[in-house]
C-alpha cells in the first residue's frame, strides 16, 4: 500500500502563488509515476501535471507555463508550484502515483493510489 498527504492548499488572490506538496509512504517512491489533478465543483477531475519516474514532465495546455511539477526521490515528495493564479484555477487538487502501466500519463486511470485532495481557492 501507498499512503499519500497533500499540502500547501489555500486562499489566494488572482496572480498570486502557492505551492502544494504531495508527500508519499509505504514504497519506494522513486519506481511510481506522480501526477496532479483537480476538481471543480460541478465538473470533472482533470490533469494538472504529471512526472514519471525517469523525470519527464506533463502539463495541462491550461497551465503550461504557470506551474512546475517536480519530486525529491531522497524526501518522497512531489510538488507542484503554481505562479500566475487564476480564478478558474480554484478546485481540489488530488496527488496520484501509478506503478506504470499503457494508459498516457494524463490518463487518471495510470495511476493506483490517490490523496485526499486539498483545496485551493483563487479569488478575483
Known amino acids: 500500500q501507498v499512503q499519500l498527504v497533500e499540502s500547501g492548499g489555500g486562499l489566494v488572490q488572482a496572480g498570486g502563488s502557492l505551492r502544494l506538496s504531495c508527500a508519499a509512504s509505504?514504497?519506494?517512491?522513486?519506481?511510481?509515476?506522480m501526477g496532479w489533478f483537480r476538481q471543480a465543483p460541478g465538473k470533472e477531475r482533470e490533469f494538472v501535471a504529471a512526472i514519471t519516474r525517469f523525470d519527464t514532465t506533463y502539463y495541462a495546455d491550461s497551465v503550461k507555463g504557470r506551474f512546475t511539477i517536480s519530486r525529491d526521490n531522497a524526501k518522497n515528495t512531489a510538488d507542484l508550484q503554481m505562479n500566475s493564479l487564476k480564478p478558474e484555477d480554484t478546485a481540489v487538487y488530488y496527488c496520484a502515483a501509478g506503478i506504470g502501466g499503457l494508459q498516457s500519463n494524463m490518463n487518471a486511470r495510470r495511476y493506483d493510489y490517490w490523496g485526499r485532495g486539498t483545496q485551493v481557492t483563487v479569488s478575483s
Open positions: 509505504g514504497r519506494t517512491f522513486s519506481t511510481f509515476d
